[in-house]
């Protein structure tokens, strides 16, 4: 304890009285409290005194244990959580948790806590998209800034917690270091994404881990060897990796350790023969991508290739994002998301592909030329797309529901604002059609939280316990019987601090 050498020195024991060694123990106490209160980041919330009007008492509450992948269900009834600034303090049954005097008490009694949402993939341009998301409970958004989604507006305030999610080994007008003089140059892509050197790569590594980027996205153009290359110099950085493969084979990147695997129209490319895949390294989105796309498409869910891959898919590390909700509207039994209270904060214009405000539904534009036909003709050219896209969309879930028949791991994610989907709200929908394909509510949840800390060693959040962050949802409704519950919130705190979902929907001009 180096604070305590001065006072030895002090004190030297050949002239202590009585009342030295009496403030020598007090003093000493005193620094090992000041010591242990700096190495944990916050004080003692049980400490009498003015600490204690900084603690938040939830109180009553059952807190939903959404721990080991969501198979674990002891949830702890009349619980007790203590908050301490921006931190959950402690966690306990309330028959063994004391409550600081002046406390804040929230009574929650018959309510149950989860914690924070956590979108996993998403867009976030706007003002508007971060109070939606805050409106529906999602606390936590790792977001990408692309040609569909906009660059990410870091400016927000009120805003979920942001984790960047950042390229790696190409060429990329949207990579956050872009815009930096040193990089513009390199990273500038014409037509096509060309690969970086090695070296180049392990310098943008470093530069975007400096700009705070949590996840590294490795997109469809960069082949095999870098793949492995990136991914293992990714983690030694303590960055997580989103592998969006084309070029390389998923085998190949299941195999090297990728962390997530974002988008069911993408990873079913696991599923190709060799033939097809062989010609992706050179042609990553041409004539051979599209071939090897319409494939996997098409496969039959009993395929002996697809069998081979889900059983891969189930036995090694990397977690499914299918980010489902990209074909919510496509689905059976959608709602018009526009009916939604969120959805009056988002503008048309800054979601990409938007659904029709009126109907709900996906539009399906037609070619130039169609115009001069006849209004029924044009009528059937739309009817005929959407029915295309439908059977798209029910042939890529029958796929899913053979590879879910291997359990891998799910994380949720929305994938928004494409597709019809929306900030916040199509979060919501993701872990409405997790239960669809067969994971519990309670397992559907913990895709949405607990499933992070697991996959990504993300330990600041997903769960309600001692040293996590203070982003709570308490819900007037049992979570794990419904998963429509999950939206039926009653308290809403991100760190620590309660939100006004109300005035969420009141955008400040």
């Avoid at 169609?370 to 796929?399: C, F, M, V």
Wanted: net charge neutral; charged share 20%.
């Amino acid at each position: 304890m180096s604070g305590s050498a001065p006072i030895r020195a002090h004190y030297a024991p050949q002239r202590r009285t009585m009342a030295h060694r009496a403030f020598l123990a007090v003093a000493l106490c005193l620094i090992a409290v000041q010591q242990l209160a700096a190495r944990d980041g916050k004080s003692n919330p049980n400490q009498a005194g003015s600490n204690a009007s900084n603690v938040t008492a939830l109180v009553g509450g059952t807190v939903i244990d959404l721990s080991n992948w969501g198979r674990s269900a002891h949830d702890l009834h009349d619980a007790v959580v203590l908050i301490h600034d921006n931190r959950i303090a402690d966690v306990g049954p309330r028959s063994s948790v004391t409550i600081p005097k002046n406390a804040r008490v929230i009574d929650c009694t018959g309510k149950y806590i989860v914690p924070g949402y956590v979108d996993g993939y998403a867009g976030m341009s706007t003002q508007g998209q971060a109070n939606a998301n805050l409106y529906m409970g999602v606390t936590t958004v790792a977001a990408a800034s692309d040609a569909r989604r906009g660059p990410v507006y870091l400016g927000a305030n009120p805003s979920p917690h942001i984790y960047l999610i950042d390229s790696a080994g190409s060429t990329d007008n949207w990579s956050l270091l872009a815009r930096q003089p040193e990089w513009s140059t390199l990273l500038y892509q014409r037509e096509h994404a060309t690969e970086l050197s090695a070296d180049d790569t392990a310098r943008q590594l470093e530069a975007t881990a400096k700009l705070g980027t949590r996840v590294i996205k490795i997109s469809s153009n960069i082949t095999a060897a870098n793949t492995q290359w990136i991914i293992n110099r990714a983690h030694q950085q303590g960055l997580v990796t989103y592998g969006i493969f084309v070029a390389t084979p998923y085998r190949v990147g299941i195999e090297s350790g990728v962390d997530a695997l974002p988008f069911l129209a993408h990873y079913e490319l696991g599923s190709i023969p060799e033939e097809l895949q062989r010609p992706l390294s050179e042609d990553s989105d041409g004539a051979a991508a599209d071939t090897a796309f319409d494939y996997a498409e098409r496969i039959p869910p009993n395929d002996r290739r697809l069998l081979a891959y889900a059983k891969l898919l189930g036995s090694h590390h990397a977690v499914l994002m299918p980010a489902f909700s990209n074909y919510y509207l496509q689905l059976p039994g959608h709602r018009n998301l526009w009916k939604e209270p969120a959805a009056k904060l988002l503008e048309p214009a800054h979601l990409s592909t938007p659904p029709d405000p009126e109907t709900g539904e996906l539009y399906y534009p037609l070619s130039p030329w169609t115009h001069r036909l006849p209004a029924i003709g044009q009528r059937y050219l739309e009817d005929n797309l959407r029915k295309k896209a439908e059977l798209a969309a029910h042939k890529l879930w029958s796929i899913n529901q053979t590879i879910f028949r291997d359990e891998p791991h799910y994380l949720a994610a929305s994938g928004s604002p494409i597709g019809g989907t929306m900030p916040g709200i199509s979060l919501h929908t993701e872990m409405e059609l997790l239960v669809r394909l067969g994971l519990s509510p309670r397992e559907a949840l913990a895709a949405a939280t607990g499933n992070y800390s697991l996959a990504f060693g993300w330990n600041e959040l997903g769960a309600v316990l001692p040293g996590r962050r203070a982003d709570i949802l308490i819900l007037d409704a049992d979570p794990t019987e419904n998963i429509w519950n999950a939206r039926r919130f009653s308290t809403l705190l991100l760190d620590g601090n309660v939100l006004d979902r109300e005035s969420l929907l009141k955008l400040k001009k």
